[in-house]
């Protein structure tokens, strides 16, 4: 199995503020990578594919980089609405994993 | 636009075997472009992949659930399913249905480039006597 690691598993920013979240592959994943956020009782959503792809309807503030083993999720500007946790991916094995979450809080 | 709505039992006993089934509505199944997936998350918890399946029935299964899961495809209700033996209460959470585009494959890696993109509502499932 292809484990996910992400760091921090939480943190807690300001409105305004550039926020980095990152993920780390066990192994290879070229650019099979992606990025969702999930609001409490609700469905995760995608934001990210392919490691930078911003999926139809994200906020721009949104973007993804990294490739390999070590890829970075970052929210330009927070805003209010951005309190979620959100999840990496990869979909490089046809046994996907998940990460086991940031929660972002907004002070 | 495609949806996605799980349905199955809210509350299951101890040992028993849980079936979920997961209807599409707004695209075919059998569109030979996605692939099918199943995702929980138990209470606090974090997000766990089950399994997937490509319409012609190939599936692939999370190691650790393996043994315990089944996952079919019934094309003429253009709905997947999801079966899990042997319950225990570690088996609560909510299970999610999702969709996934990618190209059929049958290897261990399976690539695929565009994440899960829709996902049902989720149901609630309790393992309790």
């Known amino acids: 199995d292809i484990q996910m690691t992400q760091s921090p598993s939480s943190l807690s920013a300001s409105v305004g503020d550039r926020v980095t979240i990152t993920c780390r592959a066990s192994?290879?994943?070229?650019?099979?990578l992606n990025w969702y956020a999930q609001k409490p009782g609700k469905a995760p959503k995608l934001l990210i594919y392919?490691?930078?792809s911003l999926q139809s309807g994200a906020p721009s503030r949104f973007s993804g980089s990294g490739s390999g083993t070590d890829f970075t999720l970052t929210i330009g500007s927070l805003h209010p609405e951005d309190s979620a946790t959100f999840y990496c991916?990869?979909?490089?094995?046809?046994?996907?994993?998940f990460g086991r979450g940031t929660k972002v809080e907004i002070k | 636009q495609v949806q996605l709505q799980e349905s199955g039992p809210g509350l299951v006993k101890p040992s028993q075997t849980l079936s979920l089934a997961c209807t599409v509505s707004?695209?075919?199944?059998?569109?030979?472009?996605?692939?099918w997936n199943w995702i929980r998350q138990r209470p606090g918890k974090g997000l766990e992949w089950i399994g997937s399946?490509?319409?012609?029935?190939?599936?692939y299964y999370n190691p650790s659930l393996k043994s315990r899961v089944d996952i079919s495809v019934d094309t003429s209700k253009n709905q997947f399913s999801l079966k899990v033996t042997s319950l225990t209460a570690a088996d609560t959470g909510v299970y999610y249905c999702?969709?996934?585009?990618?190209?059929?494959?049958?290897?261990?890696?399976?690539?695929?480039?565009?994440?899960?993109?829709?996902w049902g509502q989720g149901t609630t499932v309790t393992v309790s006597s």
């Open positions: 999702a969709r996934e585009m990618g190209l059929y494959c049958l290897t261990t890696t399976c690539p695929t480039s565009y994440g899960l993109d829709v």
């Open positions: 707004g695209g075919s199944i059998s569109s030979g472009t996605y692939w």
């Open positions: 399946i490509f319409y012609s029935g190939t599936t």
């Open positions: 192994q290879n994943i070229t650019s099979y």
């Open positions: 392919a490691a930078s």
């Open positions: 991916q990869q979909s490089f094995s046809a046994s996907r994993t």
